[in-house]
């Protein structure tokens, strides 16, 4: 299966850090991408091929993989930081996309 | 400046038809993988299908959801990229984007570009 599966919510205080996990068949063999979407606007990414951070993206997000999961952290998590949040891969040929369902992260 | 704008959307009946384009600009347009992703109101992010660039033999690939009802196209002359649908449904409706990404040179730095339009309504409706 192609699927992703990520918790549908996370939330944390200001200035914790924030961990939110996807999990796949083929994340072991496949990148993955995570990106942020606040409401009404596009998806903008914030990492890269597991764990690499685009330019112009704080250093608090960083990426992991173990195996079949992988896991977004944002550490000293701020206000603004609110959004949901996909993670994106491929199937096993590596041909087709596949985002898992959005985790909403709350800002307590 | 890097940007991919969207345009086409509009209310269609079900059954109906509609064509969307992206035109990009700042990048170079040709050899670019171009992507088609969607949302549905409150719902997650739906890839539905690519084309490869010039050099990589213009290949289309579709989600089985959208395979035999969608048509993905481009045409570099004029930096766009196109997304025909036919046969709507009401469980179309939603926010469409186009997405690319690649690989630039700035100040002898090799910087990753990821790059989505704001996206274009298309609501399915009786």
């Known amino acids: 299966s192609s699927e992703l599966t990520q918790p549908p919510s996370v939330s944390v205080s200001p200035g914790q850090t924030a961990r939110i996990s996807c999990s796949g068949e083929?994340?072991?063999?496949?990148?993955v991408y995570w990106y942020q979407q606040r409401p009404g606007q596009a998806p903008i990414l914030v990492i890269y091929?597991?764990?690499e951070r685009p330019s112009g993206i704080p250093e608090r997000f960083s990426g992991s993989s173990s195996g079949t999961t992988v896991t977004l952290s944002i550490s000293g998590v701020q206000a603004d930081d609110e959004a949901d949040y996909y993670c994106?891969?491929?199937?096993?040929?590596?041909?087709?996309?596949?985002f898992g369902g959005g985790t909403k992260l709350t800002v307590l | 400046e890097v940007q991919l704008v969207e345009s086409g959307g509009d209310l269609v009946k079900p059954g109906g038809s509609l064509r969307l384009s992206c035109t990009a600009s700042?990048?170079?347009?040709?050899?670019?993988?171009m992507s088609w992703v969607r949302q549905p109101p409150g719902k997650g992010l739906e890839w539905l299908g690519r084309?490869?660039?010039?050099?990589?033999?213009?290949?289309?690939d579709y989600s089985a959801p959208v395979k035999g009802r969608f048509t993905i196209s481009r045409d570099d002359s004029r930096n766009t990229l196109y997304l025909q649908m036919t046969g709507l449904k009401t469980e179309d409706t939603a926010v469409y984007y186009c997405?690319?990404?690649?690989?630039?040179?700035?100040?002898?730095?090799?910087?990753?570009?990821?790059?989505w339009g704001t996206g274009t309504t298309v609501n399915v409706s009786s």
């Open positions: 700042g990048f170079p347009f040709s050899n670019a993988w």
């Open positions: 083929t994340l072991s063999k496949q990148y």
């Open positions: 084309i490869k660039g010039k050099t990589d033999g213009e290949t289309i």
């Open positions: 091929k597991d764990s």
């Open positions: 997405t690319t990404s690649f690989y630039d040179v700035l100040a002898g730095v090799r910087v990753y570009f990821d790059v």
């Open positions: 994106q891969s491929a199937d096993i040929s590596g041909i087709y996309w596949v």
